[in-house]
């Protein structure tokens, strides 16, 4: 066997001839068929059994859905006596603030946490018909280096899980804004969503078999959860921190470096001052937050880049729109990692946007372990 | 127009109706040759004049050889031959290789000839390595009269551009498919369903497997500096089934769609991860194009006829420019290196212990089924050091991969790896492991499938569909071996 070193390979026509039993045109196309339409078969129910319930319930872009159709609930639900409080933002508004806790600070308020993961102002743009009908008092939207920086679409998934009609809806200007891929994304005929629906198939099962995506699970009845939406859990070590900045050279995009030259120039920027400048003119109260970071992070970030973050904030500023600092706002030990708090750094944030609001109760000033705040 | 578009379901529909329909074999074959420019065309229009002045300068070329009676003038047509189609091929594929080795020797000695890198704007034309050697090997055979030259060009042309193996091999030999051309190629049921079954385990490889770890593979090659060895080994092992599934899958296709036509491809891989040493993994591996080596360069070099040292010089000459013709890479030329020193030492150990009469015992040792389980698994060792050498983007990442996945840095935490996606990582090793341990014990699983009964047929068929319209990713990439 060993003997040469470039030995023939015994392979003739005939090895590759294949005895197959002979059948006509007929029977050919028939199985074709018929075990085509059983493979369909097949895909439609597992779309209909695992795919879609996964979505709804255990995915990123269930929460899209989720927070979408709480429109009409909270308007059905809200007391109009209360001041009707709307938070937007990504994972940091959605670990940062406890809308329970903000209720129970100051009753006055009806507050509803709809953060989304991931979430930029330009994904956001789709919510506005909603929120012009639910007329909410204030808006806080939670900004940061994401928001401002990032030229990056918003994720497939985000888009793909609303239906057109939600697209349809968006206003001429806002439409205006979209770029062709999220035009093409946001178009999806039904059919294209039936198959588009096949990426989450090992994740479903995985989700089935109760297997974690991340070191935090999404919780039960997260997509949902318009008071208390929080993941995470776990924090990760500050040497863990220090080790995974130092494995990118210091560098942690797009806080620290990339996107946009000027934070006001991206689609996503754009999206912003479109989104605060209708909330005005409904005559909604907006707050901007430029959100906590980890003082590792702050110390990483280039004080020049930090100064046309906060710039291209307050350009938004007006009598109706107020625009925040708390970057530096809050203590190293409320982190659960570089950009997001834990319970802790939420009750202390959750305290601030309290204070921000109304005259703030003592009780909530005196848990609050912040640093410092100011305003732009 | 990939195999995997619902663009070449429909082509291949249309092509099989007009085959089908047309008379005789002239018609049929002209029919044949038009619709594989036609598939070419879709990659590049302007590219199809190259294939056809390739197709028309060896048509004329072979025909003056095969007339000529003087060995001089015989080979002086061979000569213009190899200059004209390994000189398009060096222009294509290794001019700006070449202009950028030469500016890095030139910064590397000191000398200014250039101050920037020179760079050549071509655009490499789809499957030309895999063409190139196939008009090579259809010159060299008449050359050395093997082959009458052929007196149709049409026939000769499809020769060139059948379009199931045309940008990706298996590289075909003039001797093997000219022959098929002699009649009509006769479309029957029996042919539909078999090459339908190549096609779709080919299918299954390419969008369920390669496709689906290739996002991982992707992730760690592409910034090792952030991985620690368990994302590396698990990435390499990855790759190592990614670009098997790839280009096998796109072999099967192309063995299966040409069956449907009626026409019969070589077989180009035979269980490679199941070899017991690297000489046979070569055995089991691109079969037409270490064949193709083995028969136009080892061969003509003196292969092992012209002494020991000459058998190891050409052993390492062969490979290394196996390795070349992958691309023009540095790391390519080292992994071709690597795969001849390893079949040189492999020859050296194999030769010693067979004429030692003291190691009879072992000899005796390496025929039981647990030794060969052993070598299995340091053949597949020694494979997976040669594909980190053939995936690494360069010598800075090779070294860093190399480092990572011969020295094993312990359980280090590494960023961007969810458990989910590495566990999915796994089961798709797994799998793909299991799928090939049953296709080897069976001799192969498509040739299987094809002979199984209607219900057996059917299930599996089935199995395949769901899987395919289930699993395949978003974004499907092209195949790896396109842009060799």
Same mark, same amino acid.
């Given at each position: 066997?060993?003997?040469?070193?470039?030995?023939?390979?015994?392979?003739?026509?005939?090895?590759?001839?294949?005895?197959?039993?002979?059948?006509?045109?007929?029977?050919?196309?028939?199985?074709?068929?018929?075990?085509?339409?059983?493979?369909?078969?097949?895909?439609?129910?597992?779309?209909?059994?695992?795919?879609?319930?996964?979505?709804?319930?255990?995915?990123?872009?269930?929460?899209?859905?989720?927070?979408?159709?709480?429109?009409?609930?909270?308007?059905?639900?809200?007391?109009?006596?209360?001041?009707?409080?709307?938070?937007?933002?990504?994972?940091?508004?959605?670990?940062?603030?406890?809308?329970? /806790?903000?209720?129970?600070?100051?009753?006055?308020?009806?507050?509803?946490?709809?953060?989304?993961?991931?979430?930029?102002?330009?994904?956001?743009?789709?919510?506005?018909?909603?929120?012009?009908? /639910?007329?909410?008092?204030?808006?806080?939207?939670?900004?940061?280096? =994401?928001?401002?920086?990032?030229?990056?679409?918003?994720?497939?998934?985000?888009?793909?899980?609303?239906?057109?009609?939600?697209?349809?809806?968006? =206003?001429?200007?806002?439409?205006?804004?979209?770029?062709?891929?999220?035009?093409?994304?946001?178009?999806?005929?039904?059919?294209?969503?039936?198959?588009?629906?096949?990426?989450?198939?090992?994740?479903?099962?995985?989700?089935?078999?109760?297997?974690?995506?991340?070191?935090?699970?999404?919780?039960?009845?997260?997509?949902?959860?318009?008071?208390? =939406?929080?993941?995470?859990?776990?924090?990760?070590?500050?040497?863990?921190?220090?080790?995974? /900045?130092?494995?990118?050279?210091?560098?942690?995009?797009?806080?620290?470096?990339?996107?946009?030259?000027?934070?006001?120039?991206?689609?996503?920027?754009?999206?912003?001052?479109?989104?605060?400048?209708?909330?005005?003119?409904?005559?909604?109260?907006?707050?901007?937050?430029?959100?906590?970071?980890? =003082?590792?992070?702050?110390?990483?970030?280039?004080?020049?880049?930090?100064?046309?973050?906060?710039?291209?904030?307050?350009?938004?500023?007006?009598?109706?729109?107020?625009?925040?600092?708390?970057?530096?706002?809050?203590?190293?030990?409320?982190?659960?990692?570089?950009?997001?708090?834990?319970?802790?750094?939420?009750?202390?944030?959750?305290?601030?946007?309290?204070?921000?609001?109304?005259?703030?109760?003592?009780?909530?000033?005196?848990?609050?372990?912040?640093?410092?705040?100011?305003?732009? | 127009?990939?195999?995997?578009? %619902?663009?070449?379901?429909?082509?291949?529909?249309?092509?099989?109706?007009?085959?089908?329909?047309?008379?005789?074999?002239?018609?049929?074959?002209?029919?044949?040759?038009?619709?594989?420019?036609?598939?070419?065309?879709?990659?590049?229009?302007?590219?199809?004049?190259?294939?056809?002045?390739?197709?028309?300068?060896?048509?004329?070329?072979?025909?003056?050889?095969?007339?000529?009676?003087?060995?001089?003038?015989?080979?002086?047509?061979? %000569?213009?031959?190899?200059?004209?189609? %390994?000189?398009?091929? !060096? !222009?294509?594929?290794?001019?700006?290789?070449?202009?950028?080795?030469? @500016?890095?020797?030139?910064?590397?000695?000191?000398?200014?000839?250039?101050? &920037?890198?020179? *760079?050549?704007?071509?655009?490499?034309?789809?499957?030309?390595?895999?063409?190139?050697?196939?008009?090579?090997?259809?010159?060299?055979?008449?050359?050395?009269?093997?082959?009458?030259?052929?007196?149709?060009?049409?026939?000769?042309?499809?020769?060139?551009?059948?379009?199931?193996?045309?940008?990706?091999?298996?590289?075909?030999?003039? &001797?093997?498919?000219?022959?098929?051309?002699?009649?009509?190629?006769?479309?029957?049921?029996?042919?539909?369903?078999?090459?339908?079954?190549?096609?779709?385990? #080919?299918?299954?490889?390419?969008?369920?497997?390669?496709?689906?770890?290739?996002?991982?593979?992707?992730?760690?090659?592409?910034?090792?500096?952030?991985?620690?060895?368990?994302?590396?080994?698990?990435?390499?092992?990855?790759?190592?089934?990614?670009?098997?599934?790839?280009?096998?899958?796109?072999?099967?296709?192309?063995?299966?769609?040409?069956?449907?036509? #009626?026409?019969?491809?070589? $077989?180009?891989?035979?269980?490679?991860? @199941?070899?017991?040493?690297?000489?046979?993994?070569?055995?089991?591996? *691109?079969?037409?194009?270490?064949?193709?080596?083995?028969?136009?360069?080892?061969?003509? %070099?003196?292969?092992?006829?012209?002494?020991?040292?000459?058998?190891?010089?050409?052993?390492?000459?062969?490979?290394?420019?196996?390795?070349?013709?992958?691309?023009?890479?540095?790391?390519?030329?080292?992994?071709?290196?690597?795969?001849?020193?390893?079949?040189?030492? *492999?020859?050296?150990?194999?030769?010693?212990?067979? $004429?030692?009469?003291?190691?009879?015992? !072992?000899?005796?040792?390496?025929?039981?089924?647990?030794?060969?389980?052993?070598?299995?698994?340091?053949?597949?060792?020694?494979?997976?050091?040669?594909?980190?050498? !053939?995936?690494?983007?360069? @010598?800075?990442?090779?070294?860093?991969?190399?480092?990572?996945?011969?020295?094993?840095?312990?359980?280090?935490?590494?960023?961007?790896?969810?458990?989910?996606?590495?566990?999915?990582?796994?089961?798709?090793?797994?799998? @793909?492991?299991?799928?090939?341990?049953?296709?080897?014990?069976?001799?192969?699983?498509?040739?299987?499938?094809? $002979?199984?009964?209607?219900?057996?047929?059917?299930?599996?068929?089935?199995?395949?569909?769901?899987?395919?319209?289930?699993?395949?990713?978003?974004?499907?990439?092209?195949?790896?071996?396109?842009?060799?």
């Amino acid at each position: 066997m060993f003997r040469n070193c470039y030995q023939i390979i015994a392979m003739s026509v005939e090895d590759h001839v294949i005895e197959a039993p002979a059948m006509s045109w007929r029977g050919v196309f028939g199985r074709l068929v018929f075990c085509t339409a059983v493979a369909f078969g097949l895909y439609a129910a597992t779309s209909a059994l695992l795919l879609t319930p996964y979505i709804h319930d255990g995915s990123d872009a269930g929460r899209v859905l989720g927070v979408y159709e709480a429109y009409p609930r909270i308007a059905a639900s809200a007391d109009r006596a209360r001041e009707l409080v709307l938070f937007w933002g990504s994972s940091m508004i959605r670990e940062g603030v406890d809308c329970d /806790l903000l209720e129970a600070s100051d009753p006055r308020l009806a507050a509803y946490n709809l953060s989304v993961s991931g979430d930029i102002p330009y994904r956001r743009l789709v919510e506005l018909p909603l929120v012009k009908e /639910l007329r909410p008092d204030r808006v806080v939207i939670g900004v940061s280096y =994401p928001e401002l920086f990032e030229t990056r679409a918003p994720f497939e998934d985000q888009i793909a899980v609303l239906p057109p009609s939600a697209y349809a809806r968006m =206003p001429t200007e806002a439409q205006a804004l979209l770029e062709p891929r999220f035009r093409k994304i946001a178009g999806r005929s039904s059919w294209e969503r039936f198959w588009w629906k096949r990426k989450f198939l090992f994740s479903a099962v995985f989700w089935k078999l109760g297997v974690p995506d991340r070191s935090n699970p999404i919780p039960a009845g997260f997509v949902e959860n318009l008071k208390t =939406p929080h993941v995470y859990t776990k924090s990760v070590r500050r040497v863990e921190l220090e080790k995974f /900045l130092a494995t990118r050279g210091g560098q942690y995009a797009p806080y620290t470096s990339g996107g946009e030259m000027t934070a006001s120039a991206g689609a996503s920027a754009r999206s912003l001052a479109l989104l605060v400048s209708e909330l005005e003119n409904q005559g909604t109260q907006v707050v901007l937050v430029n959100m906590p970071l980890h =003082p590792l992070l702050n110390d990483a970030i280039p004080p020049e880049r930090r100064a046309a973050l906060c710039a291209a904030i307050k350009l938004l500023a007006s009598p109706r729109v107020r625009v925040l600092d708390c970057q530096d706002a809050i203590a190293t030990e409320c982190f659960t990692d570089l950009v997001h708090l834990n319970a802790a750094g939420r009750a202390a944030f959750t305290g601030m946007m309290a204070g921000e609001m109304h005259p703030q109760p003592a009780s909530v000033a005196a848990a609050t372990p912040a640093k410092s705040r100011h305003e732009l | 127009m990939s195999f995997n578009s %619902l663009t070449y379901l429909l082509f291949f529909a249309v092509v099989m109706l007009g085959a089908w329909l047309l008379p005789g074999r002239r018609p049929q074959q002209i029919f044949l040759t038009v619709a594989s420019l036609y598939f070419y065309a879709e990659w590049n229009s302007l590219l199809v004049l190259l294939i056809v002045a390739s197709a028309i300068f060896d048509f004329i070329v072979a025909q003056r050889m095969g007339d000529s009676a003087s060995p001089r003038k015989r080979r002086a047509w061979l %000569l213009l031959s190899l200059s004209g189609n %390994l000189g398009l091929l !060096f !222009f294509f594929k290794y001019s700006n290789f070449l202009l950028g080795s030469l @500016f890095s020797a030139q910064q590397w000695a000191g000398l200014h000839l250039w101050e &920037t890198a020179p *760079h050549i704007n071509v655009i490499l034309p789809i499957g030309i390595s895999f063409y190139t050697f196939q008009t090579l090997s259809y010159t060299v055979d008449v050359y050395r009269r093997r082959l009458e030259p052929v007196r149709e060009f049409p026939r000769f042309l499809l020769f060139i551009s059948f379009f199931p193996q045309l940008v990706a091999g298996p590289i075909v030999r003039a &001797t093997d498919f000219l022959p098929q051309l002699d009649k009509r190629a006769v479309l029957i049921p029996r042919n539909l369903q078999v090459g339908f079954t190549f096609f779709l385990i #080919g299918l299954v490889k390419k969008v369920v497997f390669a496709d689906n770890l290739g996002g991982f593979v992707e992730k760690v090659y592409g910034q090792p500096e952030l991985y620690s060895s368990v994302p590396v080994i698990l990435a390499t092992l990855a790759y190592a089934v990614q670009i098997y599934c790839d280009f096998s899958g796109y072999t099967d296709m192309a063995i299966g769609s040409a069956t449907a036509l #009626g026409f019969w491809l070589p $077989k180009n891989f035979s269980h490679p991860y @199941f070899s017991a040493s690297v000489t046979e993994f070569w055995q089991r591996w *691109h079969i037409s194009l270490s064949t193709w080596l083995r028969d136009y360069l080892y061969i003509p %070099l003196g292969g092992n006829r012209k002494g020991v040292s000459r058998t190891y010089i050409n052993l390492l000459l062969v490979m290394l420019l196996g390795g070349l013709w992958h691309g023009a890479k540095w790391t390519f030329v080292l992994w071709g290196a690597y795969q001849g020193a390893l079949l040189a030492l *492999h020859r050296f150990y194999a030769v010693s212990i067979e $004429k030692s009469d003291r190691l009879a015992w !072992f000899n005796r040792l390496r025929e039981t089924p647990a030794f060969r389980w052993f070598s299995v698994a340091v053949t597949m060792y020694l494979v997976l050091v040669g594909w980190v050498l !053939f995936r690494a983007e360069s @010598f800075a990442d090779l070294q860093q991969l190399l480092h990572k996945f011969v020295v094993f840095d312990g359980f280090r935490r590494s960023y961007g790896i969810y458990l989910r996606e590495a566990l999915l990582v796994m089961v798709l090793i797994a799998g @793909f492991f299991a799928v090939h341990f049953t296709s080897f014990r069976l001799g192969g699983l498509a040739p299987r499938m094809a $002979k199984a009964g209607g219900l057996a047929w059917c299930a599996l068929t089935v199995i395949g569909l769901y899987l395919v319209m289930a699993l395949t990713p978003a974004r499907s990439p092209e195949f790896i071996y396109f842009q060799f």
